[in-house]
């Protein structure tokens, strides 16, 4: 199917910056949305950015202005620009890719990445 390789998380300072990468690979047909989501420690899972193929995104009110989600379409790679982050920023940041893979047929998929700790200080 699809698998997603993530990077780029870490500890930073409050007001400082990290970039997110998500890289997709397998037998991909076509992806619709790729985005990410974050889960802090006894908290759900929240979205976090969306970047959809046809070039809309979506973010989460508390990172609006803040945060930037972009695509390498040739790459099938998402990207997250995290600036001024905050220590209520700090969680598990999942990457999630929606779309459809070839197998004997093409099929749905809706993949998720291992997750990638973004931890900040204050």
């Known amino acids: 199917q699809v698998q997603l390789v993530e990077s780029g998380g870490g500890l930073v300072q409050a007001g400082g910056s990290l970039r997110l990468s998500c890289a997709a690979s397998?037998?991909?047909?076509?992806?619709?949305?790729m985005g990410w989501h974050r889960q802090a420690p006894g908290k759900e899972r929240e979205l976090v950015a969306t970047?959809?193929?046809?070039?809309?995104?979506n973010y989460a009110d508390s990172v609006k202005g803040r945060f930037t989600i972009s695509r390498d379409l040739a790459k099938n790679t998402v990207y997250l620009q995290m600036n001024s982050v905050k220590p209520e920023d700090t969680a598990v940041y999942y990457c999630?890719?929606?779309?459809?893979?070839?197998?004997?047929?093409?099929?749905?998929?809706?993949?998720w990445g291992q997750g990638t700790q973004v931890t900040v200080s204050s």
């Open positions: 970047s959809a193929t046809s070039g809309s995104t």
């Open positions: 397998g037998s991909i047909f076509r992806i619709d949305t």
């Open positions: 999630n890719t929606v779309g459809y893979y070839r197998d004997y047929s093409v099929r749905p998929f809706d993949s």
